[in-house]
């Protein structure tokens, strides 16, 4: 059984900066990827980035410049540094990998954006 697990999550400061992370555990026999979203209660899950196998990633043009993803693959590791977040970052935030054509989730870690 595949688990991942997102932790970091928080209560912030606008201007701040939050990292978080994601393990995967369990029979992984090969990642095609992992990733970051976000979702706001009412909206559609919003995809942040991806690192995918050979450690590329991509990062959405709403948060290039501010988020940045990095891990490996090896280590079932995926991080999401978040920087200058603002209060419209507020959101739960998810990981997930994909392997052999399936989709694993975790639960996700809440960040809260607040003066």
């Known amino acids: 059984q595949v688990q991942l697990v997102e932790s970091g999550g928080g209560l912030v400061h606008p201007g701040e900066s939050l990292k978080l992370s994601c393990v995967a555990s369990?029979?992984?026999?090969?990642?095609?990827?992992l990733g970051w979203y976000r979702q706001v209660p009412g909206k559609e899950r919003e995809l942040l980035g991806v690192m995918r196998r050979g450690r590329n990633t991509d990062v959405a043009d709403s948060v290039k410049g501010r988020f940045t993803i990095s891990g490996e693959n090896d280590k079932k590791t995926i991080y999401l540094q978040m920087n200058s977040l603002t209060v419209e970052d507020t959101a739960v935030y998810y990981c997930?990998?994909?392997?052999?054509?399936?989709?694993?989730w975790g639960k996700g870690t809440p960040v809260t954006v607040s003066s």
């Open positions: 369990g029979e992984i026999s090969s990642i095609d990827g």
């Open positions: 997930n990998l994909a392997s052999w054509n399936r989709i694993y």
